[in-house]
């Protein structure tokens, strides 16, 4: 039987594709019916990937074979051919033949995807033996390939990083051996974010998002002090203090933010971006495969939906400002401080794209809920968003909603628990702009709050953000006749979120905004009159054909007041357009339908 597997892998190997071809099914055949041979198989095929005079055909041959779901099913069983696998194919770069690479690359994809997890014998033996390698040793192997220290090809840095990954996350399940490796991987993929290479950025960033967890950061000071007793705390704080070495190296932070930037691709011709994610276009299918695999996984954001087409098409990736709370609440506020100094550059820029990475790093600050010092940074994080409300660029006005709306996202798996400065985003916002501003600035403050409102949950409101609502609602009443459609345009849609959330908190506690509001004031100025507004609209639009001599000052004020009529109707408008779009037009049916007339009288 072993002379019979032997020719046959051999024949696997011939020069011939179709000899190769045949030989190859009836091999892995017998290697399914055999288990105890693969392992050898194993080991003659990854030497012939490191070896560098093997033939092409030789390649195609092995790496055809290596494939099979025979051969990966058993390297979830055994530690020698899984440590020869992996390194055999992080060892043969040096092969020039395209379709050598294209097999190799091909199979370290298929591998990837098929990935389902190392044995436990192999974490039973951490150090290598005689005759086995230890899961340790063959972590040591990975980091001695030097990355991007000598001339590693950059794709098998990708791959190389990628195992890295793959490793420690299979040993999530050994505590000693996790906590042994953790502070050094995060660290190494940390370092990875202001990489030349675009590919390894993005990596790094499925990585941290995947590596960094809660953290006493986020806790008391004396559940700090608690946690010290528990060892996964105690690793947790280890990580932390070695990312806080990297992260105080001169420069890191700014070089840090200046790469991200670069993975915004941003289109001239309509200031949105034209890659699906960052660097992706200029990826090949096999490198999105390796790059990308987590971020298909992960929970998507934002979870409510996104229908607010005012402040539509931006870059915004929440997945780097998860990066930059998670750095923040597994380092405390070091990394807070590092941000701030880093930030003053970008918040400053007038380029889109740091722009894009300045809004994330402030999401991520915003949404941390770090202990220490949190009045000092507040201040300054709220001075920061006041400047970027009042900025006359409208450009980047996407990815700041998209900030806001991230910073104000509820946390836990409901969305219940607000964040810890919600009630200051929300005071910022609600605080007037001045009346000198140019009308675009309001319309985007008025956006910002749209999207603030959207992200409170209407069942779980406190008693400060029912206020925010009436005092937000009285506001956008009051200057519904705008001399800007750009602003009234605005104001019908935040109208539309802030009225929905009324409605809905009504609906869980009926009467909780009764002492404070009336019953439903909003809903009698907003329909109260509104078909004798349209009825007066079209006289006086038909009384303009028949003009009669009368006082200028007279007719003036009557000009402007059916202005004002008009303008409000249109405000109206834009109200119900919203309701429509927002899938709340339940809530609001009977206000839809007590305006749907006036509206449409006016044609």
Same mark, same amino acid.
């Given at each position: ?92 770069? %040096? ?119 809660? @953290? ?45 930037? %670069?993975? %915004? ?7 949105? @971006? ?209 001399? @800007? ?119």
């Amino acid at each position: 039987m072993v002379n019979l597997v032997k020719d046959l892998l051999d024949l696997s190997l011939h020069n011939y594709e179709t000899v190769r071809s045949y030989a190859g099914r009836s091999l892995t055949k017998m290697l399914k019916r055999w288990p105890s041979l693969i392992s050898d198989c194993v080991l003659t095929l990854t030497e012939n990937l490191r070896d560098s005079k093997a033939l092409e055909h030789v390649v195609l041959g092995s790496c055809s074979i290596l494939a099979s779901q025979t051969v990966l099913r058993h390297l979830t069983t055994d530690s020698a051919s899984l440590s020869s696998f992996i390194m055999g194919i992080l060892g043969s770069s %040096h092969h020039e033949s395209i379709k050598c690479q294209k097999a190799i690359t091909e199979l370290f994809v298929k591998y990837n995807i098929r990935f389902s997890g190392i044995s436990r014998s192999f974490f039973k033996n951490s150090q290598s033996l005689a005759d086995r390698p230890g899961f340790l040793g063959l972590f040591s192997q990975i980091n001695a390939l030097g990355f991007e220290t000598n001339s590693l090809h950059w794709r098998y840095n990708l791959m190389a990083n990628r195992v890295l990954l793959l490793l420690i996350l299979a040993s999530r399940s050994e505590p000693d051996i996790y906590s042994q490796i953790l502070a050094e991987t995060a660290g190494h993929f940390l370092r990875n974010l202001k990489s030349q290479l675009p590919h390894s950025r993005m990596l790094a960033i499925s990585a941290l998002n995947t590596l960094l967890e809660g @953290s006493p950061h986020k806790a008391s000071v004396e559940d700090s002090q608690q946690s010290l007793d528990h060892p996964e705390e105690c690793n947790i704080l280890s990580t932390g203090t070695l990312l806080n070495d990297i992260i105080q190296e001169e420069g890191f932070m700014n070089d840090t933010l200046n790469s991200l930037s %670069h993975v %915004h691709i941003i289109s001239d011709s309509d200031g949105s @971006s034209k890659a699906s994610y960052g660097a992706s276009s200029f990826q090949s299918g096999s490198d999105k495969a390796i790059t990308y695999f987590y971020f298909d996984f992960s929970a998507s954001w934002p979870c409510t939906p996104s229908w607010i087409s005012l402040v539509g098409g931006g870059t915004f990736y929440s997945s780097f400002a998860k990066i930059f709370k998670r750095l923040i609440q597994q380092c405390g506020m070091p990394v807070m401080s590092s941000l701030q100094t880093a930030l003053e550059e970008f918040l400053s820029s007038k380029e889109r794209s740091r722009q894009c990475v300045a809004a994330e790093a402030m999401a991520g600050m915003l949404h941390s809920d770090v202990s220490g010092d949190l009045e000092s940074g507040s201040d300054w994080l709220m001075l920061q968003l006041q400047k970027v409300v009042l900025a006359p660029s409208v450009e980047s006005v996407p990815e700041w909603a998209s900030c806001i709306r991230y910073a104000v996202t509820g946390k836990e798996r409901s969305g219940t628990r607000a964040p810890v400065l919600r009630q200051k985003v929300l005071d910022c916002l609600c605080t007037a702009v001045p009346q000198s501003v140019a009308t675009s600035v309001l319309a985007k403050r008025y956006s910002f709050l749209s999207v603030a409102l959207i992200e409170i949950s209407p069942h779980k409101m406190s008693p400060a953000e029912e206020q925010y609502h009436v005092t937000i609602l009285n506001e956008l009443l009051d200057n519904m006749s705008h001399s @800007s459609a750009q602003v009234r345009e605005a104001i019908g849609v935040a109208m539309c979120v802030a009225c929905s959330n009324v409605r809905l908190a009504g609906a869980r506690s009926p009467g909780v905004l009764t002492e404070q509001t009336g019953n439903e004031y909003w809903y009698k100025r907003l329909t109260d009159g509104a078909t004798e507004l349209s009825v007066s609209i079209q006289n006086n639009s038909q009384s303009k054909q028949l003009e009669l001599a009368s006082d200028s000052s007279t007719a003036n004020g009557l000009d402007n007041k059916e202005e004002a009529d008009a303008k409000r109707m249109e405000t109206i408008f834009h109200f119900m357009i919203a309701s429509l779009k927002s899938g709340r037009s339940s809530v609001l049916l009977d206000v839809i339908i007590a305006l749907f007339y006036p509206v449409l009288s006016l044609q």
